[in-house]
């Protein structure tokens, strides 16, 4: 399927030299939004998922659907502040400064094979994130799965080793 012809490109969104990839409208059509959960649920079965990542907010969007069809569970990554027991951190870096993500401890166990999905990959710097929360409760990534990759950016070469999906592939 031809994804790209339901993401708009907003220009200058949200600031001036930025060319924003808006997967609403590929979301409001059923067909497209299915064949692309479609896409990442094979990903899943290959890799040997048992559960799902998805980092706040998009990644809730596309990893749900995933973990339900696979009928296996999903695992919200958070901020701080959004969860209400004994969390780990991760921080990454931003342009400006440093941000952090959040999973509770007891969330997986040492025998979990993680898939972390989410709506687009750029920097790398959420993937990396999650990916540290994942180690740090022992559990192992065995790949991760995007709507959208920014390939001038060169995000997945912080964690190469991992097998990745991107359904769809911009240049930045």
Do not use: W
Request: aromatic share 10%.
């Amino acid at each position: 399927m031809d994804y790209k012809k339901y993401i708009s490109i907003i220009e200058n969104f949200p600031v001036k030299g930025i060319s924003f990839k808006d997967i609403t409208p590929l979301l409001a059509n059923g067909e497209a939004f299915k064949s692309m959960i479609d896409e990442m649920v094979s990903f899943a079965k290959e890799v040997g998922a048992t559960k799902i990542l998805g980092p706040e907010s998009r990644g809730f969007i596309f990893g749900c659907p995933v973990a339900n069809a696979l009928g296996i569970g999903f695992v919200p990554i958070r901020k701080p502040g959004k969860l209400p027991r004994e969390a780990f951190n991760a921080d990454y870096d931003l342009e400006y400064g440093t941000n952090t993500l959040c999973m509770h401890k007891d969330a997986l166990s040492k025998d979990d094979k993680v898939l972390i999905i989410d709506d687009l990959i750029a920097t790398g710097g959420t993937i990396k994130a999650t990916i540290d929360l994942v180690n740090q409760a022992g559990a192992k990534v065995v790949g991760t799965c995007y709507a959208i990759e920014l390939t001038e950016l060169h995000g997945k070469d912080k964690f190469k080793e991992i097998p990745y999906k991107a359904v769809i592939s911009y240049p930045f």
